[in-house]
């Protein structure tokens, strides 16, 4: 019985290019080490390890949709949680400009805000100006220490 093989040979160039070598040309000759059953042995252990990582990486593609799904019902649960907290705090000055102030926040992960987040660090060249004017800026000192 054959075993199963993966979505994706992983089988490097030259490896499968040997082999193609000794199961036509090269099929009677056996190395002390080497010959066409090591290396299609090597070859299935290759294409073992890759059914075990597209397996692991089918479980986990199954985990980020379940922690998708338990994330979205959380989130269902606080919007709802939100609304009784809203309908609870209209008789509360103290509690209802907390409750209404929730969902207008930006989490700082998003870059929103100026609850002293980090300036934004700003992207792209720098003017020409700027560039030149950094590019000469040392070179008083450098001219001011050498002998005359």
């Known amino acids: 019985m054959k075993s199963q093989s993966p979505k994706l040979d992983v089988t ?12 036509d040309e090269l099929a009677d000759v056996r190395f002390p080490d080497l010959d066409l059953a090591a290396l299609r042995a090597a070859q299935e252990a290759l294409h073992a390890a890759q059914l075990e990582v597209e397996r692991m990486e089918d479980k986990l593609a ?13 989130n269902g649960k606080a919007e709802r949680a939100l609304a009784y907290a809203r309908i609870f705090a209209q008789g509360d000055a103290a509690l209802a400009p907390k409750v209404a102030e929730i969902g207008r926040k930006r989490p700082a992960a998003d870059g929103g805000g100026g609850d002293g987040a980090a300036p934004v660090k700003r992207r792209g060249r720098r003017s ?3 560039a030149a004017s950094q590019l000469f800026a040392g070179e008083e000192a450098v001219v001011e220490q050498l002998p005359s």
């Open 128 to 130: 020409k100006a700027e």
């Open 62 to 74: 199954s985990a980020r949709a379940e922690l998708e799904l338990a994330s979205d019902r959380l």
């Open 12 to 23: 490097p160039v030259l490896a499968r290019q040997v082999i193609d070598l000794y199961a």
